[in-house]
């Protein structure tokens, strides 16, 4: 799929989808606890679906309804999938779940698309094969999946690098129901707010896990269980970000909807962050709004520390393109090994066209603010670079289209639609058209 954008603006009101953050981990959860939970307003699209399918691959039941999943849960009597584990897209669900395969007594083999062969695991691997389960990689010389696991997994003591909080979060939702304690040592711990959010969720299901409030050390006792329950998936603060920083670039007058102020992802600091570079936006915690008004000229100069919100960095690269300054962004180790190098992609398709990103070793440099050109550029099949380019072009001086823009559902179902909704001048071309 292409997608035309022609320059324009946004106006009008807009609400982001549940977060696909939060609906994975609770689908997990909701697996490991034993007996019905429900779950309201879930990400009913690519990450959350690999995360259901999953689930049921380890014998949850599933009923889906409109804005709502009922899944019935299997405790610590987990199934051997039948057949080997397609993940998709999903470098979460990849992650989490490679951990609760550590749980069955039985091979599970995990996959996932070509991104996913991509992204390393090896980390988690040891992790695993340290508690007392069997884990390994199928390619030699690679750190990527495809992965097999077998329990089942003991508990004890461990050390696991922390520039992937994806890691600790796998290893912590599982190791509650393994038979002896686990003392998980963390080193260089980025990303925390999503390890907030798994103690968070584990919290929800009745289980916590003593930590030294740094994130540095955690303390699991075995032997537990999650209690099912009734939840509701907060909106995506990740997903926020394109509609904020595509109205903060434009002559736009939108409010977004549906938000919690008090939520623990840390893509919410998006929106101070602009703030700080002149944007004007209104925060109304009580109603759950943001209500942004564009034309206002951006500042520069700040240096963006994103060791806790390397998912901003698409969106926020846009908006430094378009102050007055030089930005830099800093702490992107972990940022180059997502969906895909998204330090790279970003400075190579912007610069493309027309604006002025540098790599300076690990910092990203963006000068602004400069005119964005017509030009076609590729998602790289990654759904943020897909949504921070449509909100790049929605200030550009001419047509920018942008290709393979069909990921843009993992995280944001309906998005183009949205804003279209809202104004925006943009015409999406399946394949087949072309």
């Known amino acids: 799929m292409q997608v035309r954008v022609s320059p324009g603006s946004l106006h009008g009101t807009l609400q982001v989808p549940g977060s696909k953050s939060h609906t994975i981990r609770c689908v997990l959860l909701s697996l490991l606890a034993k007996g019905p939970s429900v779950i309201h307003n879930p990400l009913a699209s690519g990450d959350g679906l690999s995360a259901l399918a999953v689930s049921k691959a380890f014998g949850a039941t599933v009923q889906q309804q409109k804005g709502r999943w009922v899944i019935e849960g299997r405790g610590s009597q987990l199934l051997v999938p039948e057949n080997c584990i397609d993940t998709r897209n999903s470098g979460t669900t990849t992650c989490f779940f490679t951990s609760v395969a550590a749980l069955v007594d039985g091979y599970t083999v995990i996959t996932g698309d070509q991104q996913i062969r991509r992204r390393p695991i090896l980390p988690l691997v040891n992790a695993l094969n340290e508690l007392g389960a069997k884990a390994f990689l199928t390619r030699p010389n690679q750190s990527a999946p495809p992965v097999v ?24 939702l599982s190791t ?6 686990t003392h998980l040592t963390v080193v260089d711990a980025l990303e925390k707010p999503y390890v907030q959010m798994t103690l968070d969720w584990m919290h929800r299901y009745g289980v ?55 939520d623990s992802q ?26 942004c008004k564009g034309g206002v000229a951006l500042q520069g100069g700040q240096v963006i520390d994103l060791s806790d919100i390397p998912d901003a960095l698409p969106a926020l690269v846009v908006a430094a393109t378009q102050a007055h300054g030089s930005t830099v962004f800093t702490n992107l ?9 998204r330090v790279g992609e970003m400075t190579q398709k912007l610069n493309l066209l027309g604006c002025d990103l540098s790599i300076v070793e690990d910092s990203l440099v963006v000068r602004g603010p400069t005119a964005i050109g017509a030009g076609t550029v590729s998602s790289s099949h990654d759904h943020r670079i897909a949504m921070a380019l449509v909100s790049a072009a929605m200030a550009a001086q001419e047509e920018v289209v942008v290709t393979d823009a069909e990921c843009a559902d993992v995280s944001f179902p309906g998005f183009f639609d949205s804003f279209r909704a809202c104004g925006a001048n943009l015409e999406v071309m399946e394949d087949a058209e072309l």
């Open 176 to 181: 509650p129901l393994v038979q002896s304690t």
């Open 208 to 262: 916590d896990v003593a930590n030294d409030h740094a994130y540095g050390a955690f303390t699991i006792e075995g032997g537990q269980s999650y209690k099912s329950g009734e939840h509701h998936i907060p909106a995506d603060w990740s997903a926020v970000a394109f509609p904020l920083v595509a109205s903060v670039i434009t002559d736009s007058d939108l409010v977004l909807t549906g938000l919690d102020f008090q």
């Open 149 to 172: 696991v077998r329990g089942v997994m003991k508990g004890g003591n461990t050390t696991i690098n922390g520039f992937n909080s994806q890691y600790v979060s796998s290893l912590l």
């Open 266 to 291: 840390g893509d919410k600091r998006v929106v101070d962050i602009l703030i700080s570079m002149g944007a004007d936006i209104v925060k109304d915690t009580e109603a759950g709004t943001l209500h």
């Open 333 to 341: 180790q972990h940022v180059r090994v997502k969906e895909t190098d």
